[in-house]
T-cell receptor
Framework: EPEVTQTPSHQVTQMGQEVILRCVPISNHLYFYWYRQILGQKVEFLVSFYNNEISEKSEIFDDQFSVERPDGSNFTLKIRSTKLEDSAMYFC?????????????FGEGSRLTVL | SQQGEEDPQALSIQEGENATMNCSYKTSINNLQWYRQNSGRGLVHLILIRSNEREKHSGRLRVTLDTSKKSSSLLITASRAADTASYFCATDRGGSYIPTFGRGTSLIVHP
């Protein structure tokens, strides 16, 4: 069964460092998302991406964040200068078989720890 | 806020019992979805109900939607220890189809 894959599963970084989280969405999907979940808290929307551009973003997704789909398969989230409060589980999701109203398919997440 | 809010925050039951979780939201929606998350894992889609539907079934899951009360419920019948997980509702608002999640209900099913 097709699945969304994310790497790395866990990354530890120092405050101020750049981090890139990678995702391979399901191959025939067209809509891509990043969410994050701080430990024990709600799942928060960061950004959505369609047709090679950001379609919507939340207040969390400030200038420190960027997304890219460099090669038609990978979908990356970059945090330019990490802060302690960026420590969270980051989930990639994709959607497309039933269009933009259908269910999301999530990856297993990348746990980011900022020291 | 558009997000759904689940209630209760935590639920502990015995195997074989039914589990009911509720979700309330604030503004009109296109659809409402329920997801499950095992500890430390990704979210898995369970069921989607559209704003013009009132009830939907999938196996041991039953979802209802009352748009007049802006609420939904998820019923898991004959629960099993393997149902232990967090359950989230996700709603999207009229002009945006971005699912927005609540804080979830943590369900523990004791064998």
């Amino acid at each position: 069964e097709p699945e969304v894959t994310q790497t790395p599963s866990h990354q530890v970084t120092q405050m101020g460092q750049e981090v890139i989280l990678r995702c391979v969405p399901i191959s025939n999907h067209l809509y891509f998302y990043w969410y994050r979940q701080i430990l024990g808290q709600k799942v928060e929307f960061l950004v959505s991406f369609y047709n090679n551009e950001i379609s919507e973003k939340s207040e969390i997704f400030d200038d420190q964040f960027s997304v890219e789909r460099p090669d038609g398969s990978n979908f990356t989230l970059k945090i330019r200068s990490t802060k302690l409060e960026d420590s969270a589980m980051y989930f990639c999701a994709s959607r497309g078989v039933r269009g933009y109203t259908g269910e999301l398919f999530f990856g297993e997440g990348s746990r980011l720890t900022v020291l | 806020s558009q997000q759904g809010e689940e209630d209760p925050q935590a639920l502990s039951i015995q195997e074989g019992e039914n589990a009911t979780m509720n979700c309330s939201y604030k503004t009109s929606i296109n659809n409402l979805q329920w997801y499950r998350q095992n500890s430390g894992r990704g979210l898995v889609h369970l069921i989607l109900i559209r704003s013009n539907e009132r009830e939907k079934h999938s196996g041991r899951l039953r979802v209802t939607l009352d748009t007049s009360k802006k609420s939904s419920s998820l019923l898991i019948t004959a629960s099993r220890a393997a149902d232990t997980a967090s359950y989230f509702c996700a709603t999207d608002r009229g002009g945006s189809y971005i699912p927005t999640f609540g804080r979830g209900t943590s369900l523990i099913v004791h064998p």
